[in-house]
């Protein structure tokens, strides 16, 4: 849980969480999910409402579960 901290991006070792299921940024400053996201074998939800997203992922929205 990383919501309402302020933060504008995710570090580049978030990457390494892989047993992570939940990734809830919401409520910060983030522009763009990073790429690596697709490289969570177990993600099941991701929550960046309220932010100020210019840019997602190539294929996030072909990721399932």
Same mark, same amino acid.
Do not use: A
């Given at each position: 849980?990383?919501?309402?901290? !302020? +933060?504008?991006? /995710? &570090? ?6 892989? =047993?992570?299921?939940? $990734? ?11 790429? !690596? +996201?697709?490289? /969570? &074998? ?6 960046? =409402?309220?932010?100020? $997203? ?6 996030f929205s072909d990721l399932s579960k």
């Amino acid at each position: 849980f990383c919501g309402t901290n !302020e +933060i504008s991006s /995710l &570090p580049e070792s978030f990457s390494h969480l892989t =047993s992570l299921e939940v $990734l809830d940024c919401s409520r910060n400053q983030v522009k763009e999910i990073p790429d !690596e +996201i697709k490289n /969570l &074998p177990n993600l099941k939800m991701v929550f960046y =409402s309220f932010n100020p $997203l210019s840019t997602m992922p190539k294929g996030f929205s072909d990721l399932s579960k």
